[in-house]
Nanobody, 120 residues
Framework: QVQLVESGGGLVQAGGSLRLSCAVSGTFFSAVAMGWYRRAPGKQRELVADISAGSWPNYVDSVKGRFTISRDNAKNTVYLQMNSLKPEDTAVYYC??????????????WGQGTQVTVSS
């Protein structure tokens, strides 16, 4: 059974930083792409960043230069370092595990989500 457990969300002031973590079990972590998505109130879920099995990152334009996705295959964990946070980054953030080495193969497994709230 594949499990993804996110942590690290919380309340932060605009301009602050948070680091999200996602611990993964039950899949061959190092062989699949991982991603972070978010759903803001009243909006559809959107991709924030993904990282291939070979650790090539990809970001949505709105977070480029502020967020960094990384992975530690020894710990089966993917991270999202979020700096210079803005109120519009407020959302529930979800970790996802893919079915192949790149995100183009799609995401199959999802975590429960962690709330990130950025106050102005």
């Amino acid at each position: 059974q594949v499990q993804l457990v996110e942590s690290g969300g919380g309340l932060v002031q605009a301009g602050g930083s948070l680091r999200l973590s996602c611990a993964v079990s039950g899949t061959f972590f190092s062989a699949v792409a991982m991603g972070w998505y978010r759903r803001a109130p009243g909006k559809q879920r959107e991709l924030v960043a993904d990282i291939s099995a070979g650790s090539w990152p990809n970001y949505v334009d709105s977070v480029k230069g502020r967020f960094t996705i990384s992975r530690d295959n020894a710990k089966n964990t993917v991270y999202l370092q979020m700096n210079s946070l803005k109120p519009e980054d407020t959302a529930v953030y979800y970790c996802a595990a893919g079915t192949g080495r790149t995100a183009t193969n799609g995401m199959r497994y999802w975590g429960q989500g962690t709330q990130v709230t950025v106050s102005s």
